[in-house]
């Protein structure tokens, strides 16, 4: 069956420095990949989206890349600030109406 | 500024009753989603409805039911609550759009407590 790992544990990381967060997937191959944030008791908020034919997108501080042969992504926050404190979700879609989310990576980052 | 709204942030309610969970977005979007996220699993898909009066089950549908009279409301209802079905309940919604590329927008939630 279709599988989504993100590390389970948190990320614990000092202002300033990058935070890189991984997202694996098995047994399906995504045409694209979405990344949410959520913050504590909200619902999540999209961030990202890189397609099968993208190896990297950038949105200011953000960097996502997609390697279809390792079915992984990476998601990097450079400069990090406690504000980027949260939950991130990877999201890999075949392109159908449903989407299968993983279970998140919380990210602290200490001032 | 683009919203989704649910009737509740909390719910308390006892073993046996019916529930209603109401979700209203002002974007005019034609899909429409409720999920349950519990701790270490995720997001999981009860219900979506691609459009008015259409709805498809999800993973977990068992417990559920779900209506869609119009296009900016989407109801989750919970026949006869039990107790695990107490989790936090997330409505998105989401532009047809091309290709189904477009993001999902969602609602601030319901935790929902079964006793």
């Known amino acids: 069956s279709q599988k989504i790992e993100q590390n389970s544990e948190a990320l614990n990381i000092q202002e300033g420095k990058t935070a890189t967060l991984t997202c694996n997937y098995t047994?399906?191959?995504?045409?694209?990949l979405q990344w949410y944030r959520q913050d504590p008791g909200r619902g999540p908020v999209f961030l990202l989206l890189?397609?099968?034919?993208?190896k990297e997108k950038r949105k200011e501080r953000l960097k996502v890349t997609f390697d279809t042969t390792l079915k992984q992504s990476l998601f990097h926050i450079t400069a990090s600030q406690p504000a980027d404190s949260a939950t991130y979700l990877c999201?890999?879609?075949?392109?159908?109406?449903?989407?299968?989310f993983g279970a998140g990576t919380r990210l602290f980052v200490k001032a | 500024d683009v919203k989704v709204t649910q009737s509740s942030r909390y719910l308390v309610k006892r073993t046996g009753e019916k529930v209603f969970l109401e979700c209203v977005q002002d974007?005019?979007?034609?899909?429409m989603f409720w999920y349950r996220q519990d701790p270490g699993l995720g997001l999981r898909l009860i219900y979506f409805?691609?459009?008015?009066?259409?709805?498809e089950k999800g993973d977990i549908p068992e417990g559920y039911s779900v209506s869609r009279e119009k296009k900016e409301r989407f109801s989750l209802i919970l026949e006869s609550a039990s107790t695990n079905q107490t989790s936090m309940y997330l409505c998105?919604?989401?532009?047809?759009?091309?290709?189904?590329?477009?993001?999902?927008?969602f609602g601030p939630g319901t935790r929902l407590t079964v006793l």
């Open positions: 047994n399906y191959s995504p045409a694209y």
């Open positions: 974007m005019d979007h034609e899909n």
């Open positions: 999201a890999p879609h075949t392109g159908g109406f449903k989407t299968i």
């Open positions: 409805s691609y459009d008015v009066k259409m709805k």
């Open positions: 998105a919604s989401r532009d047809l759009g091309l290709g189904h590329y477009n993001e999902q927008f």
């Open positions: 890189i397609r099968e034919n993208e």
